[in-house]
């Protein structure tokens, strides 16, 4: 379904974005693997693609550092050529309440999740409005949606990321280019796996589908809005969290 398109996947060494690169690449897309801190998983992704036949590259980079990004892209413009498939999946969390919330705590979650994003769109758009073609996705939560107490610095970047969503599709749409984003509820990963078990009891009590969620939910349906199945989509926040946002 992807074959001959080049895929761009943040925070592809672990959790949800390693489920999105193996998916992206077992559909024939070539996957550049962005990592920040973990190599060793980023190598593991790596295998676990070209173990399946697929093509992958790994690329280090903090997508909070406006010159670490630019520096990505140049790399991709300079050995991979082209940009098919954005997918901004790199994320954080710092919870805390409000009172308690440090500037830092709120300041790390917006630098990563907010503001990396909008580094990697720009980047993105510049060569995708120049191939007139583009599939972004961008990485949303529930908590962006709905609120989640703890979170005001997760879910305010989570919300912004679905107003950049909408204007990009706008912006981007007379050239071909796909703009959509992803809100996953309660996904097991890293992010999720030391939360105390009676919230997660409490959060299970909440899914009408009685289950947590995989990466693997989250990214056969990026496999599907990078597709050109998904060729009439923009603008779109497509919710996979087991009807927990009904
Ligand atoms: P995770 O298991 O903690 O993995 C986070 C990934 O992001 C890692 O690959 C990490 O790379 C990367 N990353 C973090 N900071 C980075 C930075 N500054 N630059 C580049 N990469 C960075 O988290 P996850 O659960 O898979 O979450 C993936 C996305 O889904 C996030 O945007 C998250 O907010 C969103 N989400 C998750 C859930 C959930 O329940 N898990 C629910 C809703 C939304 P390194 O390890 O290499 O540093």
């Not at 879910?155 to 809100?183: P, Y």
């Not at 919230?199 to 989250?218: N, Q, S, V, W």
Request: glycine share 10%.
């Amino acid at each position: 379904m992807l074959e001959g398109k080049t895929a761009f996947v943040t925070g592809g060494s672990r959790g949800i974005g390693r489920a999105i690169a193996v998916a992206l690449a077992k559909n024939g897309a070539t996957v550049i693997i962005n990592y920040c801190g973990s190599f060793e998983a980023a190598k593991e992704t790596e295998e676990i693609i070209k173990n399946n036949g697929g093509m992958a590259y790994l690329l280090q980079g903090d997508v909070a550092s406006s010159s670490d990004v630019e520096r990505m892209f140049a790399w991709i413009a300079e050995n991979v050529k082209r940009l098919d498939i954005l997918v901004n999946n790199a994320g954080i969390t710092r919870d805390n309440l409000i009172l308690k919330m440090t500037d830092e705590e709120y300041s790390q979650v917006i630098d990563t999740n907010l503001k990396g994003v909008f580094y990697c769109l720009k980047h993105a758009s510049r060569v995708m409005l120049k191939q007139r073609y583009g599939k972004i996705i961008n990485i949303s939560s529930i908590s962006g949606i709905h609120g989640n107490p703890g979170q005001v610095n997760y879910s305010a970047a989570k919300a912004g990321v679905i107003g950049m969503t909408k204007t990009l599709a706008r912006e981007l749409s007379s050239r071909n280019i796909n703009v959509n984003a992803i809100a996953p509820g309660y996904i097991n990963t890293d992010m999720t796996v030391h939360l105390k078990e009676e919230i997660k009891a409490k959060a299970l009590e909440t899914i009408p589908l009685k289950r947590f969620g995989e990466g693997e939910d989250i990214a056969e349906a990026v496999v599907f809005l990078a597709s050109d199945k998904a060729s009439y989509i923009t603008g779109q926040v497509l919710s996979v969290d087991g009807g927990m946002g009904i």
